[in-house]
């Protein structure tokens, strides 16, 4: 890390964006775990309540693509504190609904802040690691995840006490306050610059300080990369992050109704199951600098993948309400790292637009998720149905499996 005045201002930068991320997994567990209560209130069938949710994967998706161009005219941070604003005062509007149609035409307008906040504050991450010369990226994505587990804890407490409406309009104000405190701060902050590659930055022996397997696609390599390669190597980051950010958002809409209806659970225990979840990917993010450092990403992306296909088979089948904590437990910990490094791949390859292409393919899988659940519990059962989340963490292994040996030549690594 730079130091002096540059190390001072990045370590600035790096503590507001954290505050950035933090925000955004709290509101957005705010209002998951507040779900049950919202298709009660709207009577929505499990299918129609998968229609209602694809409102945020609509919103979230088309924002994604547009984000970039944004990001390009004004800037990472100015997006960032703009959809953050958003973001907050937008989930207020769920509980004032009383059918499913509404609450899928409010939840376009929530999904659009959730994704566009998603690729901005990415972006504005990617080029803090770059100029650090770090692999941070999990810490970002472990304040999301603290921020989820604090926003889920907040509504397991409040759940008997407060309504959806009041609980959601307390945070809203919240998110503003915070957006209003910590905006000021990150527009004041200029993007960081980032370093000249080493000139030896291309050679298979020397460790890649981002934590990659590839040392030969960064520095002056990448430069005569062909611009079709590039695109393929973010489409397969965007699908790996696909698999796995589909877990996530199955976890975030249906880990509280699995435990309610299939297991009995009650209302604050049934809430506790996403703080379950979300605790166990902070610590796996908190630790994920020094997983790439011993690791490297792909090896990263394979052990995780394989943990979290394990844990949601667990999560999904066990008769018993420990068992299924246990396995979502167990499925935050293998999550936890695969998506902040496939984005921060996409990132460091193609920049802006690889962050919000590699997004958009990832949240797509988030958003994209539940609605599916939804049908599928319609059809089969609610077990049944989040089984397809450890189906896709088991690709997401294989894919990183097949990425690795392709980049090695098709020879095991360390031949």
Same mark, same amino acid.
């Given at each position: 890390? /730079?130091?002096?005045?540059?190390?001072?201002?990045? =370590?600035?930068?790096?503590?507001? &964006?954290?505050?950035?991320?933090?925000?955004?997994?709290?509101?957005?567990?705010?209002?998951?775990?507040?779900?049950?209560?919202?298709?009660?209130?709207?009577?929505?069938?499990?299918?129609?309540?998968?229609?209602?949710?694809?409102?945020?994967?609509?919103?979230?998706? =088309?924002?994604?693509?547009?984000?970039?161009?944004?990001?390009? $005219?004004?800037?990472?941070?100015?997006?960032?504190?703009?959809?953050?604003?958003?973001?907050?005062?937008?989930?207020?509007?769920?509980?004032?609904?009383?059918?499913?149609?509404?609450?899928?035409?409010?939840?376009?307008?929530?999904?659009?802040?959730?994704?566009? #906040?998603?690729?901005?504050?990415?972006?504005?991450?990617?080029?803090?690691?770059? +100029? &650090?010369? $770090?692999?941070?990226? /999990?810490?970002?994505?472990?304040?999301?995840?603290?921020?989820?587990?604090?926003?889920?804890?907040?509504?397991?407490?409040?759940?008997?006490?407060?309504?959806?409406?009041?609980?959601?309009?307390?945070?809203?104000?919240?998110?503003?306050?915070?957006?209003?405190? =910590?905006?000021?701060?990150?527009?004041?902050?200029?993007?960081?610059?980032?370093?000249?590659?080493?000139?030896? =930055?291309?050679?298979?022996?020397?460790?890649? /300080?981002?934590?990659?397997?590839?040392?030969?696609?960064?520095?002056?390599?990448?430069?005569?990369?062909? +611009?079709?390669?590039?695109?393929?190597?973010?489409?397969?980051?965007?699908?790996?992050?696909?698999?796995?950010?589909?877990?996530?958002?199955?976890?975030?809409?249906?880990?509280?109704?699995?435990?309610?209806?299939?297991?009995?659970?009650?209302?604050?225990?049934?809430?506790?199951?996403?703080?379950?979840?979300?605790?166990?990917?902070?610590?796996?993010?908190?630790?994920?600098?020094?997983?790439?450092?011993?690791?490297?990403?792909?090896?990263?992306?394979?052990?995780?993948?394989?943990?979290?296909?394990?844990?949601?088979?667990?999560?999904?089948?066990?008769?018993?309400?420990?068992?299924?904590?246990?396995?979502?437990?167990?499925?935050?910990?293998?999550?936890?790292?695969?998506?902040? #490094?496939?984005?921060? $791949?996409?990132?460091?390859?193609?920049?802006?637009?690889?962050?919000?292409?590699?997004?958009?393919?990832?949240?797509?899988?988030?958003?994209?998720?539940?609605?599916?659940?939804?049908?599928?519990?319609?059809?089969?059962?609610?077990?049944?149905?989040?089984?397809?989340?450890?189906?896709?963490?088991?690709?997401?292994?294989?894919?990183?499996?097949?990425?690795?040996?392709?980049?090695?030549?098709?020879?095991?690594?360390?031949?």
């Amino acid at each position: 890390m /730079p130091r002096g005045p540059a190390g001072a201002q990045l =370590a600035r930068l790096r503590t507001v &964006l954290t505050v950035f991320f933090a925000l955004d997994g709290f509101v957005f567990a705010g209002w998951v775990v507040r779900i049950p209560d919202i298709k009660d209130q709207t009577g929505a069938s499990p299918s129609a309540l998968g229609l209602a949710l694809l409102g945020v994967s609509a919103g979230g998706v =088309a924002t994604m693509v547009l984000t970039g161009g944004l990001i390009r $005219r004004y800037g990472a941070h100015a997006v960032t504190v703009g959809t953050a604003a958003l973001l907050s005062a937008g989930v207020v509007l769920p509980p004032l609904t009383r059918s499913a149609l509404a609450l899928g035409l409010v939840l376009v307008v929530f999904g659009a802040a959730f994704g566009s #906040i998603s690729v901005a504050m990415n972006s504005a991450a990617v080029d803090l690691v770059a +100029a &650090l010369r $770090r692999p941070v990226m /999990p810490s970002f994505h472990a304040a999301f995840s603290l921020g989820g587990m604090l926003g889920a804890g907040l509504g397991a407490l409040v759940a008997g006490h407060l309504s959806p409406t009041r609980h959601l309009l307390l945070l809203a104000l919240l998110g503003l306050a915070v957006t209003a405190f =910590a905006g000021p701060a990150l527009l004041a902050l200029p993007a960081p610059e980032r370093p000249p590659a080493p000139e030896d =930055a291309d050679r298979a022996d020397v460790p890649d /300080p981002s934590g990659s397997d590839a040392a030969a696609d960064s520095g002056p390599a990448a430069a005569e990369r062909p +611009a079709g390669r590039t695109r393929l190597l973010v489409a397969v980051l965007g699908l790996v992050a696909l698999c796995t950010a589909y877990g996530e958002g199955a976890m975030a809409d249906w880990s509280a109704l699995h435990l309610k209806e299939s297991l009995d659970a009650g209302p604050g225990l049934a809430a506790a199951g996403y703080s379950v979840f979300a605790l166990a990917m902070t610590a796996g993010r908190l630790s994920g600098t020094a997983l790439l450092l011993r690791l490297g990403q792909n090896r990263a992306l394979v052990a995780g993948g394989a943990t979290a296909c394990v844990g949601m088979l667990l999560g999904s089948f066990s008769p018993y309400v420990w068992g299924a904590l246990a396995g979502f437990a167990l499925t935050g910990l293998g999550l936890a790292n695969i998506f902040p #490094i496939a984005i921060g $791949r996409a990132g460091e390859l193609a920049g802006p637009n690889g962050v919000a292409a590699a997004s958009t393919l990832g949240y797509g899988g988030m958003l994209l998720g539940p609605p599916a659940i939804g049908f599928l519990a319609d059809w089969f059962s609610l077990r049944a149905a989040l089984s397809t989340v450890a189906l896709l963490a088991g690709a997401a292994a294989l894919i990183a499996y097949a990425m690795q040996a392709v980049q090695n030549g098709g020879r095991p690594r360390g031949t």
